[in-house]
């Protein structure tokens, strides 16, 4: 008898864990878009970035920037996904500045050398991520 395939997030969850957040998280099996773009933020090497709408383009949702940014949201956190390296159009980072997430991304972000200023990531380069 063949043995089921794990998902994505099973491999990553203790057994028998349980996501201990406020808000309902929706399972990875309820929308393989959201396994396919956290598969994409694990791609991006350290020290790059890339932008929401690269991450859904590559995971095959071409114009779905914003799925992308939900994906991130929503992701469990035991996958430990580097969402720091995923920032909005043209480099921004896309929190409030006076934000702890602002703060802790652009502090991430410069502890792997990327450049931070002004809300921005400095010599912005997308990195070029394979189609899924």
């Not at 690269?54 to 920037?65: E, I, K, L, N, S």
């Not at 799925?67 to 996958?79: E, H, I, K, S």
Request: a positive charge; charged letters at 25%.
């Amino acid at each position: 008898m063949a043995r089921p395939k794990k998902t994505f997030t099973a491999l990553f969850l203790p057994l028998n864990s349980k996501v201990s957040r406020s808000r309902k998280r929706p399972a990875a099996d309820d929308n393989p878009a959201l396994e396919a773009m956290w598969h994409v933020v694990c791609a991006i090497p350290r020290g790059r970035v890339s932008t929401y709408g690269d991450v859904a383009r590559t995971a095959g949702f071409p114009g779905r920037a914003r799925q992308a940014g939900f994906a991130l949201r929503v992701a469990p956190d035991a996958l430990n996904l580097p969402w720091h390296r995923v920032v909005g159009a043209g480099g921004r980072i896309v929190f409030p500045a006076s934000s702890p997430e602002h703060k802790e991304q652009a502090r991430r972000l410069r502890a792997e050398g990327v450049l931070v200023k002004d809300r921005r990531v400095i010599r912005f380069e997308a990195t070029q991520l394979e189609e899924a």
